[in-house]
């Protein structure tokens, strides 16, 4: 949060006489005349104070010490003032108070004064005294008895003076009744009030530690994604449907029938595993919790299976629960090797998954991997995971399919050919995230094309051009080139 210094050279208001201006009066504030005018110009009220000068030297003739104590009478909890000489200088040595405060900052109040050589902030805790906090680099005195160290805080009442290297100010409950200090209070401090600010900070967070509460830490909610999101993989979507989803709904029906709790799905990267796990998520209305193998790991003994124990237990507590592991291979890679820490979170792993099969949970692991060959054998059993779906690049159809999809909600030329377009797509054997990524770019060449880039440069873009913004076939074959012409520099990994 950005605190800007308040611009102290106020100059005097320019005004311009009327004739039909009446009514003058004056107020006096320790023997200065300060003259109020007010009156009508044809229809319009006029109101103008006519001697600013007399207000700023009758301010500056306040008692700093009245004029704490004017702002320290309306100090509440969350709230603060700062004492300072310049806000802008002293900053460096405000901030670890402000760090340290217990509360959200409701309101800070700004006291400038030139006088000063240190600087002072105060707080209130509920109802109770004042709290004073030294943000200078040498300790303070108060009532010439108590120390007060850098960055220390203590109470404060009436009854206590604090003693600064150049002055000492008296603290008061009032100020001086002499003084009209409620009236001229906005030419003295300078108020920002931060309350809907922290209020909205506040439920945000409460709301989040609610749902901390409520459900387990590593869980993830997946994003709005539902089969129908997901193209080019009517076998896989059909088997999932009947192995995994429809028993989530329906778990009395299938509660006599041994489930496989994992299934393993594996191929190159980008065909869609992560999509169709979300999908399979909210399509059953279950808790998802979503990790990278490696994301459990630990480098202390025995840390990382404490992980994978909490992580199940917590999927338990949330029934009914998916999750989600990404990158499968790098925990479940067959035992036998040099590896000894491997093996023994390898055979954790496999634990966990028999004590579901026998629980009958209500529990799922899906599991991903672009390196099938290198999971261990024992992890692709039935009853652990013994389902294994392979996400293959997308045929012809598929292709279509996923194609229509990221294009429906995009404006595309009226001749815009999905089926040419397809072919070339499959041609480069392009994978859903491959379609998704040419698609952006096709956006991307159309802007180029119609010149709204150079608009947005030369600051003449408005959003009214969109109307004549559509993605043509010349768009998407050159975003299909740019793709091809990457691929030739890429090196295959993992998936064979």
């Not at 902030?121 to 943000?135: C, V």
Request: net charge positive; with cysteine; aromatic share 10%.
């Amino acid at each position: 949060m950005k605190i800007f210094p308040v611009q102290q050279n106020i100059q005097p208001r320019q005004f311009v006489s009327y004739p039909s201006v009446n009514d003058y009066s004056a107020d006096k504030i320790n023997g200065e005349s300060l003259a109020f005018a007010s009156g009508t110009y044809g229809k319009s009220q006029v109101n103008f104070k006519a001697n600013f000068s007399a207000i700023q030297s009758a301010v500056e003739k306040i008692p700093l010490e009245d004029k704490l104590a004017h702002a320290l009478k309306k100090l509440r909890t969350g709230e603060y003032i700062i004492l300072t000489k310049d806000l802008a200088s002293q900053v460096s040595k405000l901030k670890p108070c402000i760090q340290a405060s217990p509360f959200l900052i409701n309101k800070i109040t700004l006291l400038q004064d030139k006088t000063l050589e240190q600087s002072l902030i105060f707080t209130k805790f509920g109802e109770g005294q004042s709290i004073l906090f030294n943000p200078n680099t040498e300790p303070i005195n108060i009532s010439w008895y108590q120390l007060l160290k850098p960055n220390g805080a203590t109470m404060v009442d009436e009854s206590d003076k604090i003693v600064l290297s150049n002055q000492i100010l008296s603290v008061k409950e009032e100020p001086d009744s002499a003084f009209d200090t409620e009236r001229y209070a906005k030419y003295f401090l300078k108020e920002y009030d931060f309350k809907q600010d922290a209020r909205d900070t506040a439920v945000k967070y409460n709301v989040q530690k609610l749902m901390e509460v409520v459900n387990p830490k590593n869980q993830k909610k997946a994003q709005g994604v539902t089969f129908a999101d997901v193209g080019g993989q009517k076998e896989v979507i059909d088997i999932l449907k009947k192995r995994i989803l429809f028993p989530m709904l329906y778990p009395d029906i299938f509660k006599n029938n041994n489930m496989n709790h994992g299934v393993i799905l594996f191929g190159p990267p980008g065909t869609g595993k992560s999509l169709l796990a979300e999908a399979l998520a909210n399509e059953s209305g279950a808790t998802v919790f979503k990790i990278c193998a490696t994301d459990l790991n630990s480098k202390f003994v025995g840390e990382s299976e404490k992980n994978w124990r909490e992580l199940f237990a917590d999927a338990q507590t949330a029934e009914p629960s998916i999750i989600y592991i990404d990158e499968f291979d790098a925990v479940a890679r067959q035992r036998g090797s040099i590896d000894v820490y491997g093996d023994k979170l390898m055979n954790q792993l496999l634990s966990l998954m028999s004590n579901l099969e026998k629980n009958k949970a209500n529990v799922y692991l899906i599991a991903a991997t672009n390196n099938y060959e290198s999971i261990d054998p024992a992890i692709l059993r039935s009853g652990r995971f013994g389902l294994h779906l392979e996400v293959k690049a997308p045929n012809l159809e598929g292709t279509k399919e996923i194609l229509k999809i990221h294009t429906k909600k995009k404006q595309m030329a009226k001749d815009f050919d999905i089926d040419k377009i397809s072919e070339m797509m499959y041609s480069k054997r392009m994978t859903g995230a491959d379609i998704a990524s040419v698609v952006d770019s096709a956006y991307s060449n159309a802007f180029d094309r119609l010149g709204f880039y150079k608009e947005m440069d030369e600051r003449r873009f408005t959003p009214s051009m969109m109307a004549y913004f559509e993605i043509n076939n010349k768009d998407l074959t050159k975003a299909i080139e740019s793709f091809e012409a990457k691929k030739k520099t890429r090196k295959p990994i993992g998936y064979k």
